[in-house]
């Protein structure tokens, strides 16, 4: 256990970052076209002492134009962590997701669970084991636990990437592994501009289920005309859904301008699918729905 008096949490470094977005996304099969409009944050506070406090969040408001009602989604994330000198680090977690689906009602994940791993400073691994809770609770004697890694490198100045592997394993009266892998990179190019791509998929074992995403897109460092640390981006993206032999695929444009605080660089925006895989959350539920969405 870390304890430190009163005083030692002495802030070193702030990092933040927010993204607000709007997305257009095209169902085929005649399924319609779907508007959201997200608001994404995250950032850091790192002490002199080792303890370091992340923090992220997104609003979301997901409008399919062919069903009787909106789709409200909230998240917000919470990690605390020691890093000891070595480069070790040690925490936990709580991540906790709201869904309101209007008139068909609504349902609250609640994640939360130890990690542990490396960083210094062009790499970084996280592997982490908890569980989740819902509400509506699940069945009697059904249980929800997680596991799985996150992966960063900043492989030079300009280029960075990362991946997870995540499962979430529901268990009694039989298994189900609903599992989530992603990769994705960011690069930095001359004149304020960057670009950024990934990919991920989710799947669930037992009824022949997946859902791939593909998303790469540019963006543009309004700095380098004005002295506002923003970001314009554009990504294009498509999500193909696979479920017993059916098929379909969504296919989306995302718009987003992002801004920094504190010592970050915000060529990395929010509503990405780059981001989603390289900062997912700790279930492969609520990583498939920021990726898709």
Known sequence: MVTCAPGALIAQEFRGVGTLGYGHSSVSNGG??????TLDGAGSVNFDSGVHIGFDAT???IDPDQAGGDVDANEFGLTLNYQFTNGTV???YIDHASIDTNPLGSGDFTSYGLSGGYVNNEFG???FFGETETSPSLPAGVDWVDYGINVRYAATDQFRFGGHYIVSELSGGGSVDLSSWGIGGTYSFANGWSGFAGV??????????DATTFGFGAGYNLQQVVKTPALLSLELARTDLSVGGASAD???IRLGITFALGD?????PLNSVARSVMSPRHNS???AINTAF
Request: glycine letters at 12%; hydrophobic letters at 35%.
């Open 264 to 268: 970050s660089n915000g060529e990395q």
């Open 250 to 252: 969504v296919d989306t």
């Open 125 to 127: 691994v996280e592997l």
């Open 90 to 92: 040690l925490g936990g």
């Open 59 to 61: 609003i979301a408001k």
């Open 285 to 287: 539920v609520s990583t």
């Open 32 to 37: 319609g076209d779907i508007s959201s409009f």
């Open 200 to 209: 991920s998929q989710f799947d669930i074992e037992t009824v022949n289920a």
